[in-house]
């Protein structure tokens, strides 16, 4: 009978051995990553984004029906509005998001989901943490062993307390920054402008605008590759197109063509709003002072079959703006019958401290203007996503809309339709066509690194980046000038907040109760130690016993 008991006791402690064993985890006890953390700024005094930044908290899966005091752990196909709010409710300690490195996997459908998600939570104030992370093994394999923990909820209580001692694995996050965060209101916006002088004098003016800041969940992860690297890529196109227009006399059209590209545009297009002050209120003379035929903004233009122009008011007849949608229709009438186009008009309300688009600011001002972009709601989830890069992009989509807007242009300027010229002339082929290698390295360029506003006058490559769009505008351009714009610290526009990326260190740590589990089996293997020498002549000989008759047989 000893015996028996004696060897299910050993074969007990060695299958619990085996299975400490088999548990070992490949990853690091202690593992240090990057991760980003969410929007923090307050603008036209409401407040956005996490307030905090501190994290010591268990790793937990979103699905546990318990959050509280918990670092939740999604993937983007687990984000949503839902569990984001479940967190928010719970006091959960953080929430940690993870971001594949290459996104283009993503099927459309969690894409689309995750901008949604993400839009409705940039809209709230959240009072706990919230970081991005890219994904990579280690992080990777704490999301499988949390979700793993959380899927054996519903198994029987035996197997859970059974897989709790001997296998489970938790994971303990820590922001090792402890320093407070910091209000930053000294952010610059600056501003490019250059020009293109027609012939004449006293000639209308036409601006064509876009803004280069990008904008989303986690500002240093923000590339912003159709909003609005798009409209960016097409203005830089359309200064190299019509520069070869103006370089002769005998194409240059009665008309000046002055570009901008404003910082600011994700934050009430504050860059815009100083530019246009400085022109109208500052300067002696200025293209804004004098007769504006209209302004072209364009923004988000490099997806979807539809051109959507965006007014504040409808153009009326016989008026430049009037025109230029007519010869609109025609080039995509004509050319591109398959994209839908039309005017979306939408009032400008005054009450409101903010504007939906970039026109508004320049309709404020009486200046007449438009916004052209494939997106027709302003609040759009595709106008500021972490998702937002290069796998966002249809190269031949954003080809297309440039070569429609550079179509529509130039028959404005040159008044085509009344003399008679047919509605499919195409003015831009050959070497005055859209370059597809230029295009494409421009918005490499553009997405090479995040852009998000606060970054901008801040880090050494993207004040790189916008030297190099200067660079661009003093190549085929004249006139240009480089304006940047200082907030008033005392009483700032917009104030950002520090520690937008934080080292986090990951530690592996067994619960409590493996813990006891463990003590458990070294008691049980002490005293069967101590059994067998108390008792060794009589185990001796039962062994012994057992043994002669195993060779009997």
Same mark, same amino acid.
């Given at each position: 009978m000893f015996l028996k008991i004696l060897s299910i006791t050993v074969l007990l402690l060695l299958v619990s051995v085996q299975n400490l064993h088999g548990s070992a985890l490949t990853a690091a006890s202690s593992y240090?990553?990057?991760?980003?953390r969410m929007q923090q700024f307050n603008m036209a005094q409401r407040k956005h984004g996490c307030r905090g930044a501190i994290v010591v908290a268990e790793a937990r899966s979103s699905d546990e029906p318990v959050l509280t005091r918990r670092c939740v752990v999604m993937k983007v196909s687990d984000f949503s509005t839902?569990?984001?709010?479940? @967190?928010?409710?719970?006091?959960?300690? @953080?929430?940690?998001?993870? /971001?594949? +490195?290459?996104?283009?996997?993503?099927?459309?459908?969690t894409t689309q989901s995750f901008m949604i998600s993400e839009r409705?939570?940039? /809209?709230?104030?959240?009072?706990?943490?919230?970081?991005v992370a890219l994904e990579d093994e280690q992080l990777l394999y704490m999301y499988d062993e949390v979700k793993q923990t959380a899927s054996i909820r519903t198994s029987s209580i035996f197997i859970r307390v059974l897989r709790s001692m001997i296998t489970a694995t938790a994971f303990q996050i820590l922001v090792s920054n402890n320093a407070p965060i910091k209000a930053v209101t000294d952010t610059t916006f600056v501003t490019l402008e250059g020009v293109l002088p027609g012939a004449g004098d006293d000639l209308p003016t036409i601006v064509i605008t876009a803004h280069y800041d990008a904008y989303g969940l986690a500002p240093w992860l923000s590339y912003g590759a159709d909003s609005n690297g798009s409209g960016v890529v097409i203005l830089l196109e359309l200064a190299r197109l019509f520069q070869?227009?103006?370089?002769? %006399?005998?194409?240059?059209?009665?008309? *000046?063509?002055?570009?901008?590209?404003?910082g600011g545009g994700k934050h009430n297009f504050l860059g815009t709003k100083r530019w246009i002050e400085e022109n109208l209120d500052h300067a002696e003379s200025s293209l804004l002072h004098d007769n504006v035929a209209f302004v072209l903004c364009l923004d988000t233009l490099a997806n979807g079959d539809e051109l959507h122009v965006h007014v504040s008011r409808p153009p009326k007849p016989d008026t430049p703006l009037h025109s230029f949608v007519q010869?609109?229709?025609?080039?995509?009438?004509?050319?591109? %019958?398959?994209?839908?186009?039309?005017?979306?008009?939408?009032?400008?309300?005054?009450?409101?401290?903010?504007?939906?688009?970039? *026109?508004?600011?320049? %309709?404020?001002?009486?200046?007449p203007g438009f916004t052209l972009s494939h997106v027709e709601d302003p609040k759009s989830e595709l106008r500021g996503s972490i998702l937002d890069d290069m796998s966002q992009v249809d190269f031949r989509k954003l080809k297309r809309n440039g070569i429609i807007i550079a179509e529509t242009l130039a028959r404005f300027m040159f008044?085509? %339709?009344?003399?008679?010229?047919?509605?499919?002339?195409? /003015?831009? +082929?050959?070497?005055?066509?859209? #370059?597809?290698?230029?295009?494409?390295?421009?918005?490499?360029?553009l997405t090479s690194l995040p852009r998000a506003t606060q970054l901008l006058d801040k880090e050494l490559g993207q004040v790189t980046l916008v030297n190099t769009l200067e660079q661009e505008f003093r190549h085929y351009l004249q006139q240009v000038h480089r304006h940047t714009f200082r907030q008033d610290k005392r009483d700032p526009d917009i104030t950002f907040f520090d520690q937008m990326n934080q080292p986090i260190v990951?530690?592996?740590?067994?619960? @409590?109760?493996?813990?006891?589990?463990?003590?458990?089996?070294? @008691?049980?293997?002490?005293?069967?130690?101590?059994?067998?020498? #108390?008792?060794?002549?009589?185990?001796?000989? +039962?062994? +012994?016993a057992a043994v002669k008759t195993k060779a009997c047989k």
């Amino acid at each position: 009978m000893f015996l028996k008991i004696l060897s299910i006791t050993v074969l007990l402690l060695l299958v619990s051995v085996q299975n400490l064993h088999g548990s070992a985890l490949t990853a690091a006890s202690s593992y240090e990553f990057t991760a980003y953390r969410m929007q923090q700024f307050n603008m036209a005094q409401r407040k956005h984004g996490c307030r905090g930044a501190i994290v010591v908290a268990e790793a937990r899966s979103s699905d546990e029906p318990v959050l509280t005091r918990r670092c939740v752990v999604m993937k983007v196909s687990d984000f949503s509005t839902e569990k984001y709010l479940k @967190a928010q409710r719970q006091n959960a300690a @953080a929430i940690l998001i993870l /971001l594949p +490195k290459n996104t283009s996997g993503i099927p459309p459908e969690t894409t689309q989901s995750f901008m949604i998600s993400e839009r409705d939570a940039l /809209l709230m104030e959240s009072p706990i943490p919230v970081y991005v992370a890219l994904e990579d093994e280690q992080l990777l394999y704490m999301y499988d062993e949390v979700k793993q923990t959380a899927s054996i909820r519903t198994s029987s209580i035996f197997i859970r307390v059974l897989r709790s001692m001997i296998t489970a694995t938790a994971f303990q996050i820590l922001v090792s920054n402890n320093a407070p965060i910091k209000a930053v209101t000294d952010t610059t916006f600056v501003t490019l402008e250059g020009v293109l002088p027609g012939a004449g004098d006293d000639l209308p003016t036409i601006v064509i605008t876009a803004h280069y800041d990008a904008y989303g969940l986690a500002p240093w992860l923000s590339y912003g590759a159709d909003s609005n690297g798009s409209g960016v890529v097409i203005l830089l196109e359309l200064a190299r197109l019509f520069q070869r227009l103006y370089s002769r %006399s005998s194409t240059r059209p009665p008309f *000046h063509l002055l570009f901008s590209l404003t910082g600011g545009g994700k934050h009430n297009f504050l860059g815009t709003k100083r530019w246009i002050e400085e022109n109208l209120d500052h300067a002696e003379s200025s293209l804004l002072h004098d007769n504006v035929a209209f302004v072209l903004c364009l923004d988000t233009l490099a997806n979807g079959d539809e051109l959507h122009v965006h007014v504040s008011r409808p153009p009326k007849p016989d008026t430049p703006l009037h025109s230029f949608v007519q010869q609109l229709e025609e080039v995509v009438s004509s050319r591109f %019958s398959w994209v839908k186009t039309g005017l979306v008009h939408k009032k400008i309300n005054l009450v409101e401290s903010t504007v939906a688009w970039e *026109h508004e600011r320049y %309709s404020l001002r009486r200046i007449p203007g438009f916004t052209l972009s494939h997106v027709e709601d302003p609040k759009s989830e595709l106008r500021g996503s972490i998702l937002d890069d290069m796998s966002q992009v249809d190269f031949r989509k954003l080809k297309r809309n440039g070569i429609i807007i550079a179509e529509t242009l130039a028959r404005f300027m040159f008044n085509l %339709s009344d003399r008679g010229s047919p509605q499919d002339l195409q /003015l831009f +082929k050959g070497q005055m066509d859209f #370059q597809d290698s230029r295009v494409s390295s421009l918005m490499s360029t553009l997405t090479s690194l995040p852009r998000a506003t606060q970054l901008l006058d801040k880090e050494l490559g993207q004040v790189t980046l916008v030297n190099t769009l200067e660079q661009e505008f003093r190549h085929y351009l004249q006139q240009v000038h480089r304006h940047t714009f200082r907030q008033d610290k005392r009483d700032p526009d917009i104030t950002f907040f520090d520690q937008m990326n934080q080292p986090i260190v990951m530690y592996r740590v067994k619960p @409590a109760a493996f813990d006891l589990f463990l003590g458990g089996c070294i @008691a049980a293997y002490l005293g069967i130690v101590y059994y067998a020498i #108390q008792n060794f002549g009589f185990v001796y000989t +039962k062994v +012994k016993a057992a043994v002669k008759t195993k060779a009997c047989k």
